[in-house]
């Protein structure tokens, strides 16, 4: 079974500078890789994702990821954090299951804190 | 448009109640999905309904019934729930092995 890594249960970082989250997953092969972001009481925000191709992606609000098969990791960075990007960043997966429905498989998530 | 609607958005019920929880999407997503997130924790995987048909049961207790009426809407019917039951439910919708897109949840408290 696949599964999911986040090292990191709070991170703290300075206003405009920048932020590094680090996702490690365990799966046989390539999965879907996606990074979620959540504010408190919210549903799910997707940021980006990663399913082949490119292994640097670009998502939304500034954010990028790069998939790295050799080290089983999708890192997620911004290069100047704002103090809107303070909530909780999730890192899933979901196996390439040639075309069928499954559920994601999340880590536990990184608390971002923005200290003015 | 990627937007799932939950209603309500929050709910209070007692343990005796009977009460469902509602989930639409209109961007012809053929997958649809419920997760429960317990405070600080990820969400985690109830059910998951392809074409209407109800595909994965994550071994949830049967107080929770899950019903896909169409392909827009997706239901969860709760009965005789418990205080350990009170979270945030999540609904998401995608196209099949896709990206999933989520609601803004329904706040549940049981008393």
């Known amino acids: 079974a696949q599964s999911v890594t986040q090292p990191d249960i709070h991170i703290t970082v300075s206003e405009g500078a920048s932020l590094e989250l680090r996702c490690n997953y365990s799966?046989?092969?390539?999965?879907?890789l996606f990074w979620y972001v959540q504010s408190p009481g919210q549903g799910l925000q997707l940021l980006l994702k990663?399913?082949?191709?490119?292994?640097l992606v670009q998502g939304i609000k500034g954010f990028e990821a790069e998939f790295k098969r050799s080290q089983s990791s999708f890192n997620l960075r911004k290069p100047s954090v704002h103090w809107s990007d303070a909530a909780e960043y999730f890192c899933a997966v979901v196996p390439y299951s040639g075309g069928g429905a499954d559920g994601l498989t999340f880590g536990k998530g990184t608390h971002l804190i923005i200290q003015p | 448009d990627t937007e799932v609607t939950q209603t309500p958005k929050h709910l209070v019920m007692g343990m005796t109640n009977k009460k469902s929880l509602k989930c639409e999407q209109h961007?012809?997503?053929?997958?649809m999905y419920w997760y429960k997130q317990k405070a600080k924790k990820p969400p985690e995987l109830m059910f998951v309904y392809s074409y209407e048909k109800l595909s994965i049961n994550e071994s949830v207790p049967s107080r929770f019934s899950p019903e896909c009426p169409n392909s827009s809407l997706l239901n969860l019917h709760l009965h005789a729930l418990q205080p350990e039951d009170s979270a945030l439910y999540l609904c998401a919708s995608s196209s099949e092995a896709d990206t999933q897109y989520f609601g803004p949840g329904t706040r549940l408290t049981v008393l």
């Open positions: 990663y399913f082949s191709g490119d292994t």
């Open positions: 799966y046989g092969a390539t999965p879907y």
């Open positions: 961007m012809g997503h053929r997958a």
